[in-house]
């Protein structure tokens, strides 16, 4: 490891990490090819670590002798909302990279408040204390701070609509546009922008180092839960976690105001290979904001119902139902509020620049490594929770 290069040929030094939400479905992959593939030390800091439980040794905080990586991985469960540990965990680092978020739509409507909280007033430390000692921040924002395409407002049909320049996702370009403030959907993407805005004022004003990193769906292994067998019955995750509970339960997958929505998807591996691009070469990553997206991998929400399900049959061996799915209104769906981003395709040009990042991943190679891990992970589970008798 000791032979190890940056982007310019510089030796990579060692440097400890401060990762906030180092338990969550990112966090967690990011903690496995640190340990796995680099020389560095992370201070994991979460409420929860069952998903970086196997990074662990069997005492919880990496002192014991078990993994080849012993002692480099630290858990600390916190809460960033109150926990005087933070700043000086911070101090300790080289690096912080803020994960930390509510970022499952089902909340931004139901729990706009938590939402907003999470995503700016609880950041708000983390960038003072980097700000404030002179520490390098990566801080996680999403594609949804672009909101709706500047094409979803032209009539249906105009033409304009399939010009890039309506629908393409560019950092330093593109607007921001959310609906009004009674669709509440958007508490999590102004927040977001807030707090993208603060940190570039933090930078333009006082010098912090930052990268702004904006995931476009993200998906993989880990991500989320799976309702009534890893989290609440009554949960909603993300789209994957959802469609994959319907076809490991044998029901129709439930496409949202009938699916029509885009989305491109990216493949976890693939996207940690670009934050490691970042994590390493601060000088080509420092003060900018990355798109990380596969413009390659855009389906609508009913294609990727329809592959997820033929994907699934393939490696479970399953049956197809009659009804493979049904469509449901989003207020029935979500409750008040909601609203949906149209169509998000990224922009690559300046991830590319700087780092010569590309994705690799196709929508069918992904979908069958994730469904394959969800099926050997839940499929005996969800068996057992259905057969058992319900309580009366
Ligand atoms: P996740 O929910 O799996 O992980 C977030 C982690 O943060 C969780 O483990 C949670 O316990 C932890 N956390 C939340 N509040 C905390 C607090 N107050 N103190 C300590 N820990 C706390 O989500 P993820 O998909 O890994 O996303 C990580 C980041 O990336 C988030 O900021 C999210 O907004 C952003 N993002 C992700 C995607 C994606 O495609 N996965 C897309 C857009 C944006
Ligand atoms: N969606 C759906 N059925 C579900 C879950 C989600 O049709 O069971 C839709 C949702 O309305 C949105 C898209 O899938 O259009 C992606 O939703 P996700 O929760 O993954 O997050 P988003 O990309 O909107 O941030």
Request: hydrophobic letters at 35%.
């Amino acid at each position: 490891m000791s032979s190890r290069v940056d982007l310019d040929g510089n030796p990579i030094k060692a440097m400890t990490i401060c990762m906030i939400g180092a338990g969550g479905f990112i966090g967690s992959h990011l903690c496995e090819k640190l340990m796995m593939e680099t020389p560095h030390t992370v201070l994991a800091l979460d409420v929860y670590n069952d998903k970086i439980r196997h990074l662990l040794d069997a005492d919880g905080d990496g002192s014991s002798n078990r993994h080849p990586w012993s002692g480099r991985i630290q858990f600390h469960r916190l809460n960033i909302k109150h926990d005087s540990r933070l700043e000086g965990l911070i101090k300790m680092s080289d690096l912080t990279i803020n994960l930390a978020a509510i970022c499952t739509p089902a909340d931004y409507n139901t729990r706009p408040l938590d939402t907003i909280h999470s995503n700016f007033i609880d950041a708000l430390p983390v960038v003072r204390y980097c700000s404030e000692n002179g520490k390098r921040l990566i801080h996680f924002s999403t594609c949804e701070v672009y909101g709706k395409t500047i094409g979803s407002f032209l009539p249906k049909d105009h033409p304009l609509r399939q010009d890039p320049q309506f629908y393409v996702l560019k950092e330093d370009a593109s607007p921001c546009i959310f609906g009004p403030i009674e669709k509440q959907r958007w508490s999590y993407a102004c927040a977001k922008q807030l707090i993208e805005r603060l940190i570039y004022a933090e930078s333009a004003e006082n010098g912090l180092e930052f990268t702004i990193v904006r995931p476009f769906n993200w998906i993989g292994p880990r991500m989320d839960f799976i309702p009534g067998i890893d989290g609440p019955s009554e949960g909603v995750p993300r789209v994957l976690a959802c469609f994959s509970n319907n076809l490991l339960r044998g029901e129709p997958l439930k496409l949202v105001d009938g699916g029509q929505s885009q989305r491109t998807f990216l493949y976890i591996k693939d996207a940690i290979e670009a934050i490691l691009l970042m994590i390493e070469n601060p000088a080509r990553a420092n003060n900018q904001i990355f798109n990380v997206g596969n413009p390659n991998n855009e389906v609508t929400v009913k294609q990727l119902a329809e592959m997820m399900t033929e994907v699934y049959l393939k490696v479970s061996g399953e049956p197809a139902l009659d009804v493979p799915t049904v469509d449901v209104s989003s207020k029935e769906f979500y409750g008040e509020g909601y609203d949906d981003s149209d169509k998000r395709i990224p922009d690559m040009t300046i991830i590319n620049k700087q780092l010569g990042w590309n994705p690799k991943t196709s929508l069918w190679d992904l979908l069958e490594s994730t469904l394959t891990y969800q099926h050997r992970t839940y499929a005996d589970a969800i068996k057992r929770s259905i057969s058992k008798p319900i309580a009366s």
